[in-house]
């Protein structure tokens, strides 16, 4: 289910016809597209033999941290593109979301996610998420974020480099400070963690989301 607190607000509306609105619509979108990018990246890294393995959600395999950000992408065209409540929906995308094929099913939600926010207006539509209305750019921002964090979490859990390109990172801390403090409360993610002394944009966005790089 979205409940994607896991991340915040932001962007603009529209495509690109020269103003400030216009590029923070486009902006945000290449945010989204690059996150996605980044994601399924480690996806396709994904060894045979990793599925089953851990990763820093604990209660989380490989497997089960995949079918969970790729859940969240199927969540967007019918909230998005379509209008529907999370009532109508139901329980059309619980349980196991990746079947035999998690690369496949990764690739087909990212690329049908985030053509439903390229729609003209997409953007500025309201959108029914479990803890209230939202706009279409502040959901966009919001999963764009929760999929940076969770690309590091997959990065851990097979061993791969696990450093973040900086402008993402820049991004998704940006969404993440204004409630990071709620999100523990939440259950999203483990409580805060004390920023060391002049720790870098990434050491930051980690401690708030209570990971330790």
């Given at each position: 289910?979205?409940?994607t607190?896991d991340?915040?607000g932001?962007?603009?509306?529209?495509?690109?016809?020269?103003t400030s609105?216009?590029?923070a619509?486009?902006?945000l979108?290449?945010?989204h597209a690059a996150?996605?990018?980044?994601?399924?990246e480690?996806?396709?890294?994904?060894?045979?033999?990793?599925w089953?393995?851990p990763?820093?959600?604990?209660e989380?395999t490989?497997?089960d941290?995949?079918d969970h950000?790729t859940?969240?992408?199927?969540?967007?065209p019918?909230?998005?593109?379509e209008g529907?409540?999370i009532?109508?929906?139901?329980?059309?995308?619980?349980?196991?979301?990746?079947g035999?094929?998690p690369?496949?099913?990764?690739e087909r939600?990212a690329g049908?996610a985030?053509a439903?926010f390229?729609?003209p207006?997409?953007l500025?539509?309201?959108?029914r998420?479990?803890?209230?209305h939202?706009?279409?750019?502040?959901?966009?921002?919001e999963?764009?974020?929760?999929?940076?964090?969770?690309a590091?979490d997959?990065?851990?859990?097979?061993?791969a480099?696990?450093?973040?390109p900086d402008?993402?990172?820049e991004?998704?801390?940006k969404?993440?400070?204004p409630?990071?403090?709620?999100?523990?409360a939440s259950?999203l993610f483990?409580?805060?963690l004390?920023?060391?002394a002049g720790?870098?944009a990434q050491?930051?966005?980690l401690?708030?989301?209570?990971?330790?790089?």
């Amino acid at each position: 289910m979205p409940d994607t607190r896991d991340t915040g607000g932001g962007g603009g509306g529209g495509g690109g016809g020269g103003t400030s609105a216009d590029a923070a619509s486009h902006g945000l979108l290449e945010r989204h597209a690059a996150a996605l990018r980044l994601f399924g990246e480690r996806v396709r890294a994904v060894g045979d033999g990793q599925w089953g393995d851990p990763t820093p959600c604990t209660e989380w395999t490989v497997r089960d941290l995949v079918d969970h950000v790729t859940g969240e992408q199927l969540w967007i065209p019918p909230m998005v593109t379509e209008g529907r409540t999370i009532e109508e929906i139901g329980d059309a995308f619980s349980g196991d979301v990746l079947g035999g094929d998690p690369v496949g099913a990764w690739e087909r939600a990212a690329g049908a996610a985030h053509a439903a926010f390229t729609v003209p207006g997409a953007l500025d539509r309201t959108v029914r998420l479990s803890y209230g209305h939202a706009l279409g750019r502040a959901y966009c921002a919001e999963l764009t974020a929760d999929c940076v964090v969770h690309a590091w979490d997959l990065s851990r859990g097979i061993g791969a480099d696990d450093r973040l390109p900086d402008g993402l990172v820049e991004f998704a801390l940006k969404e993440v400070m204004p409630y990071a403090d709620g999100l523990a409360a939440s259950g999203l993610f483990a409580a805060p963690l004390e920023v060391p002394a002049g720790a870098n944009a990434q050491t930051r966005l980690l401690a708030l989301v209570g990971r330790r790089g």
